[in-house]
């Protein structure tokens, strides 16, 4: 349903923010991730959320 649509989620680092995203990332849709943190940590935080939902 999400397939190729993209999202921007803020808050996306931690808490309902993260969940957000990981569900949109698991029906498929491109996800970009806004908040607080170290710029490598977000990256990191990218890089699981991919893998998981194999993206």
Known sequence: ML???TALVTGA????GLEI???FAGQGCNI???????????EA???RIAER???
Do not use: K
């Open 13 to 16: 680092t931690s808490g309902i």
């Open 21 to 23: 995203a990981r569900a």
């Open 45 to 47: 935080l990218r890089q």
């Open 32 to 42: 970009v991730l806004n908040g607080f943190g170290d710029a490598a940590e977000v």
């Open 53 to 55: 939902e194999g993206a």
């Open 3 to 5: 397939e190729g649509r």
